[in-house]
């Protein structure tokens, strides 16, 4: 069942860390809030160039930038290997551990999840949800249990929830009797609930320091800066080939750390000009592209000595460059046969 509207808490405006996104992370949060294809557990496919079409005035890189803006703040959790995203604190803004059939489709579509970063955070808000059921949902996803296999002891109880032996029913009763639930208005890592109390606070922290483990390594997946976001999108879409989306993020990652160096913007464009150029190169050899695209823009904008013509002086500087690349050969020990090899194989 598509939803029909989406419903946006007041207190979304007093959460200092929404308010602290750029006005395009916060119109990104409200569109995948409105999506007709989010589920009950917050779980979207991830479709960038839908999302543009959102706006005449976006495009996919704005899209990207803001996205990774918001998987930063983990107002999002986005894993582009199983095109997946997942708004954090929707279910837990929801009410849905009051609402038996609306907890039970959030169950399914939860367990039904590929990533295995989505999976470790939906653990971790399926347990702020203080539920028992929830609880035990959250042990498979973990990998610590078999859903159908957990009956948790617990003094919580609610009579009228699934129990764990009972799968989510495929069929809805009623589940928006009222519409759907109040959606997460706020989901920053500084927001606070009214429902949550101290002792339920150490008991997440205690579940997300389990957690942290699962999710160490996927998290580098997205850090990276809007600012390279925006540089690898814009060019590969100038350049017209449809690289694989791994290989784009890895180039992003590249481009990250080269602006954060201080890399100039057109001379790292410049090395992933260089970069296209060389089929079946690795995105690691992205910063020693970028040194040969640095060395290239001074020899063309160095003037030319006294004495000599334009034409001679770029031949000069070009032999020049030569030499220079022979000498760093040389010092590596990677000149074999006259070839100049660098760590990453031949130089064609």
């Not at 543009?52 to 803001?66: K, L, M, N, P, Y």
């Not at 998987?71 to 849905?96: N, S």
């Not at 992003?252 to 201080?262: H, I, N, S, T, Y």
Request: charged share 25%.
């Amino acid at each position: 069942m598509s939803r029909e509207h989406a419903r946006i808490l007041t207190a979304i405006w007093r959460d200092d860390d929404f308010r602290a996104l750029s006005p395009e992370a916060q119109r990104l949060y409200f569109l995948l809030l409105s999506q007709p294809t989010i589920n009950q557990a917050g779980v979207l496919p991830l479709t960038v160039s839908r999302w543009a079409r959102g706006c005449s005035a976006t495009d996919v890189a704005d899209i990207e930038a803001a996205l990774a803006e918001l998987d930063r703040t983990r107002f999002v959790v986005v894993d582009a290997d199983t095109d997946e995203v997942l708004v954090r604190a929707f279910m837990r803004k929801d009410g849905v551990a009051k609402q038996p059939n609306v907890l039970k489709a959030a169950f399914r579509f939860a367990l039904a999840v590929e990533s295995p970063r989505l999976r470790a955070v939906l653990a971790d808000e399926l347990r702020r949800l203080d539920h028992v059921h929830a609880d035990a949902v959250a042990e498979t996803l973990d990998g610590t249990s078999t859903y159908h296999q957990t009956k948790p002891t617990s003094s919580r109880s609610n009579p009228s929830s699934p129990t764990p032996d009972e799968p989510p029913s495929e069929g809805f009763a009623e589940p928006f009797a009222e519409g759907f639930p109040s959606n997460a208005g706020v989901g920053g890592k500084g927001s606070s609930h009214p429902d949550s109390l101290p002792t339920q606070e150490k008991r997440h922290a205690r579940t997300r320091t389990r957690g942290a483990g699962v999710t160490a390594g996927t998290l580098a997946a997205t850090a990276v800066r809007p600012d390279a976001y925006r540089l690898t999108a814009g060019w590969h879409s100038s350049v017209g080939t449809p690289y694989p989306t791994k290989t784009v993020r890895a180039l992003g990652k590249q481009v990250d750390g080269l602006l954060a160096d201080r890399a100039d913007p057109d001379t790292v464009t410049a090395a992933l000009d260089l970069w296209h150029g060389r089929p079946g190169a690795a995105p690691g050899l992205l910063p020693h592209l970028y040194a040969d695209a640095v060395r290239t823009r001074h020899v063309e904008t160095t003037p030319p000595p006294a004495g000599l013509s334009k034409r001679d002086a770029k031949a000069a500087g070009w032999f020049a460059l030569a030499a220079e690349f022979e000498h760093e050969g040389q010092d590596d020990g990677h000149v074999v046969d006259g070839t100049l090899l660098m760590l990453d194989g031949p130089r064609r």
